[in-house]
């Protein structure tokens, strides 16, 4: 059953969160085609998170978008802006309409998300890095206001490359931001090929464990283990918590799955009636 917190829709059940899924991943497709540039492969390998974070754990309300008491919100990987965008619109921040004006000129859906120009979005992004270090000041802040609101931030595979991200880390565990949750969309693939022959951050896991987070893996497709996943790291105490995700680039599209080439490919007009074709679900 569907209901309404704040006026906008929340999901009870997993099959629900699969079509809101289904119905992310066809916006993703579609706007990146009207825009004829962007980033489909991990805009789509994160839209399961994204739809159980938005559609399911997350305190946020369209009618007041800068509650001081709502969760934060951090997307690290700041190219994979589309699914961020398609969540936000059905979420009721800003007209489903307009995901069709995504990077063109003077819209408000810019390639890498402003929190200038739309509402609900909680920090610019875009230099690999930095969303994870603004979700620990945030979380930070957490801490010294004693909010009790959470934070959450996705990174893409290859952004762990960067090293601001483990002093972000490191930051994280000194703290002991149990109020954060960081979620590495783990495709395997980045823009120059596969992670491990282009800057190896492997084992993922390991390195977090050895920075002093609580560490969980899972399938980051499955929405059973995605929602057990928040309700341990909610439960955990004293350490920040990282979820690393096995996803798949370009999931839900056959002919993007597991192509590094559709980093930041927009698809044509035909390939994108394909992959609607194939992604099914409501419209």
Known sequence: MNC????????????????????????????????????????????????????KEMNIDANNPKNPDRDRFVLSKGHAAPVLYSALA??????????????????????HPSMKCLPGIDMSTGSLG?????????????????KSYRVYTILGDGELEEGQVWEAAMSA?????????????FNGLQIDGDIEKVMNPC?????????????????????????DAIEKA??????????????????????????AGWHGTAPSKEQCEM?????????
């Open 130 to 146: 930095q969303g994870i270090s603004s979700a620990v000041g945030m979380a930070l802040a957490g801490k010294i206001d004693k």
């Open 275 to 283: 992959a609607l074709a194939e992604i099914g679900g409501d419209k």
């Open 173 to 185: 565990a000194h703290y002991e931001l149990d109020n954060l949750t960081a979620f590495v969309d």
């Open 203 to 227: 084992p993922i896991d390991k390195k977090f464990e050895a920075f002093g987070w609580n560490v969980l893996v899972i399938d980051g497709h499955n929405f059973e283990e995605i929602i």
């Open 4 to 55: 309404n917190v704040g006026g906008f829709l929340m999901v009870n059940n997993v099959q629900e969160l699969k079509s809101m899924a289904k119905l992310i991943r066809k916006d993703i497709v579609s706007m990146l085609t009207e825009s004829a540039s962007g980033h489909p492969g991990g805009s789509l390998s994160a839209a399961d998170i994204v739809t159980t974070l938005f559609f």
């Open 90 to 111: 059905r979420k009721g921040f800003f007209p489903v309409e307009e995901l069709t004006t995504l990077r063109k000129f003077g819209s408000r859906l810019q390639g």
């Open 234 to 259: 909610k439960a955990c105490s004293g350490k920040p918590t990282v979820v690393v995700c096995k996803t798949v680039k370009g999931k839900g599209v056959s002919f993007m799955e597991n192509e």
